[in-house]
């Protein structure tokens, strides 16, 4: 019987983990069309000579997380990414609680695909 919830809760874990991940990838990759799309928001944070380094990074870093056999490279790409808009951000005096967010989902996405992590055995 205890096998069977075991077996249970790691599929519910890993459907939320999958559907999390893909959200997240969704919305950096959507986030990084919108900077070849709207330059003028980086620009306006003195940003805009980087945009297209930034955009492309942001798409990598994106698919990495993704793929289950690079998600931790990817998750350590994508937090180093949030950790710099969570800079930008302050430095322009605009609300760091919507990358903060993301990098927190980023690591719980993380935590759920790869469990072992957090095993202190």
Do not use: Y
Not at 90 to 104: A, C, E, K, Q, R
Request: net charge neutral; hydrophobic share 55%; proline share 4%.
């Amino acid at each position: 019987m205890e096998r069977i919830i075991n077996c249970e809760a790691t599929t519910v874990r890993k459907i939320i983990a999958w559907t999390l991940a893909g959200i997240l990838t969704a919305l950096f990759i959507v986030s990084a069309i919108n900077k070849f799309i709207h330059p003028e928001v980086l620009e306006n944070m003195e940003l805009g000579q980087w945009r297209i380094t930034i955009a492309i990074g942001e798409i990598i870093s994106a698919l990495l997380f993704l793929f289950p056999k690079t998600n931790i490279p990817g998750t350590v790409l994508l937090s180093a990414f949030m950790g710099g808009a969570i800079i930008v951000h302050m430095m322009g005096d605009t609300g760091i609680l919507m990358p903060s967010n993301v990098l927190i989902l980023v690591w719980i996405c993380c935590i759920l695909r790869n469990p072992e992590l957090i095993k202190l055995k």
